[in-house]
């Protein structure tokens, strides 16, 4: 393992910010903090629009341009990963070491589920390119949720 992720995963996701905002020669300040903590406080996809709402209803009053500024700054800084699943909205994530994992995505309700990196596709990475050096991977796989699945085809029976 590298020496700057050893380093790395020894600080915290608040000095990293810290030391990255510092390098940077940008402020410090609580809104960014706070950012980040709603984001790794939870463990949903991010949303703009949400994680407004949230940093409001807890007493910070930002704007838009703000969270979005920010969002910018933690993607760049490598705490955070945007995302986009199939409705199209962009969405957060919090970064973790060793983080490969799949979205197993609803067609019908939108639900989410997260799954451990396959194996397959582990086997599959170890034969990388030369001129390649993966850093993560995700994997979007789109259909039905159980739930969905079975009123689909309590639907289907009703049809007939």
Do not use: W
């Not at 984001?39 to 994680?51: E, M, R, T």
């Not at 070491?97 to 990475?125: D, P, S, Y």
């Not at 050096?133 to 949720?145: D, K, M, N």
Request: charged fraction near 30%; aromatic fraction near 6%.
């Amino acid at each position: 393992m590298p020496v700057n992720e050893e380093k790395n995963k020894e600080l915290s996701v608040k000095q990293r910010l810290s030391m990255f905002l510092e390098s940077r020669k940008m402020r410090k300040t609580p809104e960014r903090f706070a950012i980040l903590d709603k984001i790794y406080s939870s463990l949903a996809h991010v949303d703009v629009v949400s994680l407004r709402q949230t940093m409001q209803a807890d007493g910070f009053q930002v704007s838009r341009a703000t969270i979005y500024n920010t969002l910018d700054l933690l993607v760049e800084a490598g705490l955070v990963r945007r995302i986009i699943l199939g409705d199209g909205v962009t969405r957060y994530e919090r970064v973790v070491q060793a983080n490969n994992h799949h979205h197993l995505i609803c067609t019908r309700c939108g639900k989410v589920k997260e799954m451990k990196a396959v194996e397959l596709l582990g086997e599959l990475l170890s034969h990388k390119p030369r001129s390649f050096e993966p850093v993560y991977y995700t994997l979007y796989i789109y259909g039905l949720c159980s739930r969905c699945a079975k009123a689909e085809k309590t639907a289907a029976k009703e049809k007939k």
